[in-house]
Structure formats: structure tokens, C-alpha cells
């Protein structure tokens, strides 16, 4: 997310202060750049470092302070996304100034402000040479204001001054005082990312010093930081770093709220844990709210707990997610338990769990099993409905279009959407007639979307003169719906339409009132058509 803009009485102020047709004087200058700072818009520094360069001390020092405090309330992403905004900046400093800065200037401007900001500004210049004396400044300071702009260093891609930032920074990791690095570690943490070089030394040695004992409360924090970016790589670059450690981590983790470092703790778990603690783990993982989560703790049990995990794959038959199920009746064949098609139709039978019972039923059973799910195609509660419509639709392949095209019109959304998902490998096989029905008779526009879905999918000739019919439709949405899907093959569509398909598309345009066909979206596709039937 980019840096806020200016808001417009501080673009006022800086367009004054950059006003070359009226001249200030120098205590006036002063006064625009402080109140630049009271409004404290970080997206005024580029404008203000042209005058870091001036003659004036007074102006000089005026801005670097105001650099110093706007760039205080920049966030470390916004740190990062500053250094690309800045360096390729030059409206208020390619004539001169800024933009010509060289090692000679800068360090004439140290001797006029101690401003750590200001240097690292200076880290952001597109001249390597200014880089590199910025860095070499920014390592004369030692109270933990230069780290930022020394990790952003680090990805340099000069070698000089990638290599003097990682002396700095070096040095002060050995030295023990880790705080700083603690404090920006969104920028340790994005070194991991950074493949210009290899950075493992310095990530690597913050990390180390987290994981130690007397850091667990600040490494708790920072997994439970508010920053996705870093909770998320603090926690993996934490667990490859081995100790006694890693069976503490794993538990906070796995009571994250962050599923996705929940992922990555229960992976480790067969690492953190064996025995009685390892099956007390996965007796609780296994009923986690993330798929992912209960997934892999039952792959575990598989490989370390054969005794108990035929009982557990059996629960998980009746799991809420597809993929889960999947594994189960995957395991349970290969250990050689019941057929778990033979479970689910006696599920079904009893009436007990019937929605997951015939989901899975469609999973695993045969043609032969539709009677006992024909039923429930035609059930009151839609998820019954649901589950026995598509487990048809995998039983009975194309033999079922008939019963989903007559479900496809309810006035349930996601069963409609489910119903044209199911039917959508089947396309190319879709009565043409029915469809076109269903959009001069349905009212749910709902359904007729999902029709002109169904008509795209046909195939590029098959459901054209369908969706020509649709892109007429009095339903705006419909209308525009089908528009789409028609452009959509002006650029993918070189063949030729058969005879029959060429009457099809003929006998829809001669449907269309000669008004509307002046509209300038059917003689673009007039014009179309006639080049590919030429």
C-alpha cells in the first residue's frame, strides 16, 4: 500500500516552497517547512530534500529536522516503499541540488546537522557513491536510529556498499545489544526474501538470540504481532533454528489464531514431540477448525499411531471437507479396512449424518447407488439437496444433465452456483433449447447468469447464438454478463462456425431490432462474424 499522499493545504505549502517566480526569504522558508513538520505528512520528504542542499544553514536545518521528524512516523513498510519513492523522485531536485549530491556535499551536510535521518535519506540516492558515504555516516551513530536504514542497505545491488552495511550491522549484532534489531524486525525478517545476497548470517544470529530463554516473552510477542508478514516468517525462521526451544514454540503456535502459522506448527510437531505427548497433540489437532490443520494430523497418526488410526480415519469419513475425506478413504483402502462406500451407505440407511453420508457416498460408490440417493435430490432441506445433486452428478456423469438442469433453477444462490459447477465438465454436452428456455422464462437472475456461464462453456461456437440471445436481456447484469463472454472470443476464436452453428447465430442476430443493432457493441460483432464466415 502506497505512502498517503498530500493532503491538499500541504501540497499548497510546498508548491509555495517550491515557487521560483516569488522569492522568500529565508526566514520565511523556515517558517513553510515548520509548519510542513506540524502537519507531519511523511509523503513531504522528497519535496524537502532539495533544500538540504541550499546555501542557507538556517533552511538547511530546518529541513533536515523535519526530515527527522516525518520520517519517525513512518512504519517500516512504509520505510521500504519510501526508498524506491524517493530514489527515483527527481521533480524537485534533478536542476540540481539533491539529485547532484555527491560523498564531498554530504559530508558538508554532516557538519551542519546530526541527523541519522537525513543520512539514511541519503542511503536512498540513486548515485552508489552517495550511498556508500551515507552508510559509512550512519555507522557513526550507535543508538539504534541507522539500523533501518543499514538493513535496507543490505539488498544494495553495489557490492561496496551492501558489504559496508553488513560490516555495520555485523558489529552490532556481535556486540550484544540486540534491541534495536528486535524493534525493526520487519526488516530482519524481509531479509529472508531478499536473494541478492545471502543474509542467513544476520537473520539467522537475531533469531538465535530470540529463541533463548530469557526472550521467550519477546518472541511471544512478535508471533502474536499484528503484522501478518512478520508473525508468519518469525514463526518458520524460529522453528528451523534447533533446540529445546522448538516443543515450546510449537505449542504457542498451535494455539495461534493465525491458521497459517498453525500450518507450520504442526508440521514440526513429530520433531517437538513423540509418544504420549505426540498422540495427546494430534487427538486435539485432528478437530481444528482449518482444514489444513486436521489434514496433516491425521497424515501423522497414519505414519505414527496405526493402532488408533483406523478408528480416527473413520471419523474423519465424515468430515466437512472434501479433501479430508478423501484422505481417509484413501488410508482406510490401503490398510485394508471396510470399503468405505459400504460405511456411507449404511450411514445413509439409518438416516444418521446424511449430508456428509451421501457427499461421501457420491465419493466412492457406483451407479448403482443413485436410487438411494434419488430421494434427496428432491429433499426440503437444501443441503440435502445439494449433497445428493452433486454426488448424482458424480455417479451418473452426463445421464444426470436432465435433473440438474431442472434443479439449476432454484431459488437457492450457492445450490444454483454448486448446480452449474457440477454441470460445467459437462458443457459441450448441455441441450441448447433448455438453456435458452431457461433465460426467456426464469425471473432469478441468479439463474440466468448461471446460464450464460453455462452457454460460455459450451464451446466457442456451440453457445454463441445462446448468449447473443442473452446479451439482449431487458436484466442489465445479464445483458452486460453475456457481452463479456461474446468479446471475450474476438481475440481467442480463428475457426470457423459449422453450417448449423452459422444458422444458430443468424437466425439470434435476425431476433434483434434493427435499432438495436445499430448499437455500436452489435456492429463491432457484425463485423467480426463476417471475417470469420468469410
Not at 434419488?374 to 440435502?384: A, G, I, K, M, W
Not at 433448455?434 to 441468479?446: A, E, G, I, K
Not at 461474446?486 to 434493427?514: F, W
Request: net charge positive; charged share 25%.
Amino acid at each position: 500500500m502506497p505512502i498517503r499522499q498530500l493532503s491538499r493545504k500541504t501540497e499548497e505549502l510546498v508548491e509555495r516552497l517550491h515557487n521560483r517566480f516569488t522569492l522568500f526569504s529565508s526566514q520565511t522558508k523556515v517558517e513553510i517547512i515548520r509548519q510542513i513538520r506540524d502537519a507531519g505528512e511523511p509523503a513531504a520528504i522528497a519535496p524537502l530534500l532539495y533544500f538540504l542542499t541550499g546555501s542557507n544553514d538556517e533552511v538547511v536545518k530546518a529541513a533536515a529536522d523535519t526530515i527527522e521528524t516525518l520520517v519517525c512516523g513512518l512504519s517500516q513498510p512504509d520505510l521500504v516503499l519510501a526508498e524506491n519513492s524517493i530514489r527515483s523522485t527527481c521533480c524537485w531536485s534533478q536542476d540540481g541540488g539533491w539529485w547532484n549530491l555527491t560523498p564531498i556535499a554530504l559530508r558538508k551536510l554532516a557538519g551542519l546537522t546530526n541527523s541519522p535521518a537525513v543520512w539514511g535519506m541519503a542511503s536512498f540516492h540513486h548515485s552508489g557513491y552517495v550511498r556508500e558515504a551515507a552508510v559509512r555516516l550512519l555507522g557513526t551513530v550507535r543508538d539504534g536510529r541507522e539500523l533501518p536504514f543499514l538493513l535496507l542497505r543490505l539488498n544494495d545491488w553495489v557490492v561496496p556498499v551492501r558489504e559496508a552495511a553488513k560490516l555495520l550491522v555485523c558489529e552490532r549484532l556481535q556486540s550484544g545489544d540486540i534491541a534495536p534489531f528486535h524493534k525493526n524486525i520487519f526488516l530482519v525478517v524481509r531479509l529472508d526474501d531478499c536473494k541478492r545476497t545471502e543474509h542467513t548470517e544476520i537473520v539467522s544470529g537475531v533469531v538465535r538470540n530470540l529463541v533463548e530463554a530469557g526472550n521467550q516473552q519477546q518472541l511471544r510477542n512478535l508471533i502474536e504481532n499484528q503484522d501478518r508478514t512478520v508473525r508468519r516468517r518469525m514463526f518458520r525462521l524460529a522453528c528451523r533454528v534447533a533446540g529445546p526451544h522448538v516443543a515450546w514454540l510449537v505449542e504457542c503456535g498451535l494455539r495461534s489464531f493465525d491458521p497459517s502459522i498453525r500450518v507450520t506448527a504442526v508440521k514440526q510437531a513429530e520433531t517437538a514431540f513423540e509418544g504420549e505427548n505426540l498422540f495427546e497433540l494430534l487427538d486435539r489437532l485432528r478437530k481444528d477448525r482449518y482444514m489444513p490443520v486436521r489434514r496433516h494430523a491425521l497424515w501423522l497418526a497414519t505414519k505414527h499411531f496405526l493402532d488408533v488410526a483406523g478408528t480416527w480415519l473413520n471419523e474423519a469419513l465424515f468430515d466437512r471437507s472434501y479433501s479430508i475425506r478423501e484422505l481417509s478413504q484413501f488410508y482406510l483402502r490401503k490398510m485394508g479396512h471396510t470399503d468405505p462406500a459400504v460405511v456411507y451407505r449404511a450411514v445413509v440407511n439409518s438416516n444418521q449424518r446424511l449430508r456428509l453420508a451421501i457427499a461421501g457416498l457420491g465419493e466412492t460408490g457406483t451407479e448403482s447407488d443413485t436410487a438411494l440417493l434419488e430421494p434427496y435430490s428432491r429433499s426440503s432441506v437444501v443441503q440435502l439437496r445439494r449433497a445428493a445433486l452433486i454426488a448424482l452428478a458424480r455417479l451418473r456423469g452426463e445421464q444426470s444433465i436432465d435433473l440438474l438442469l431442472q434443479s439449476l433453477a432454484d431459488d437457492n444462490r450457492k445450490l444454483t452456483h454448486d448446480i452449474k459447477r457440477a454441470l460445467n465438465p459437462m458443457a459441450a454436452h448441455l441441450p441448447l433449447e433448455s438453456l435458452r428456455q431457461m433465460l426467456d422464462h426464469d425471473h432469478r437472475q441468479h439463474v440466468r447468469l448461471a446460464v450464460v456461464q453455462l452457454l460460455d462453456s459450451m464451446g466457442a461456437w456451440s453457445g454463441l447464438s445462446g448468449l447473443i440471445r442473452a446479451a439482449t436481456d431487458k436484466d442489465e447484469k445479464v445483458a452486460a454478463a453475456a457481452r463479456v463472454q461474446i468479446e471475450s472470443r474476438y481475440l481467442r476464436l480463428y475457426t470457423r462456425p459449422s453450417n448449423v452453428e452459422r444458422e444458430r447465430i443468424e437466425d439470434a442476430l435476425g431476433k434483434i431490432g434493427q435499432a438495436e443493432l445499430m448499437n455500436p457493441f452489435w456492429i463491432g460483432f457484425r463485423k467480426w462474424f463476417a471475417i470469420r464466415i468469410a
